[in-house]
């Protein structure tokens, strides 16, 4: 792992870049574990997606990458994200072995300072926990569709240049929908009657 990692940026490369340019960058990445993540199989359930070969180094961060995506979405029905829970919890929880050095989980517990504490043990580690602590922040602009981190609430676009190109994108349709809406107001049909 790189020594200084600059896990903002790490992240949004996971998220917006080709698995060759992350790869190319950072490196490679641990996959989900003996039980890899399989999108194929994601629409069914995510749960079954736990269960799938060893994959390619591309393969494992496009894997990754579609994880974090949806995480930072958010899937509505509660059993996906308890699937969503679970495939997270086991980047922190598989045991990594770095040089000849097995980690069992990426807890540290330290009974004199009384603390238990994640700690990274390698990028998949550090990428995670960019991830439980940036989602709420970490949004798709509106119109490249970029992942962005927002400097506030508010902040729909990932740059000054797409907000400067949206915005009279965005004046011309709050026109059109101005004018539907006042069209709207005139009479035109009556409810509950059905033309067949
Ligand atoms: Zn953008």
Known sequence: M?????TRRALLALLNSSAEQFLSTYGWLRGLGPQDFAPEKRESSLRDALVGPPYTPTQTVERVAELFQLAISIPKEPHRI?????????????????????????????????????????????LALELMHSRKVVARCALCSKFFYRQWNKDRYCSPLCGDEARPRQQADWVAKDRAKKKGKQPQTKKGRKTQ
């Open 2 to 6: 790189v020594a200084v990692l600059d």
């Open 82 to 126: 308890a699937a969503l829970n679970l495939l997270l919890s086991h980047i922190f929880q598989n045991p990594v072995t770095i040089d000849g050095t097995t980690q069992g989980s990426a807890l540290t517990v330290d009974i004199l300072a009384g603390t238990v504490e994640p700690r990274p043990r390698d990028l998949l580690d550090a």
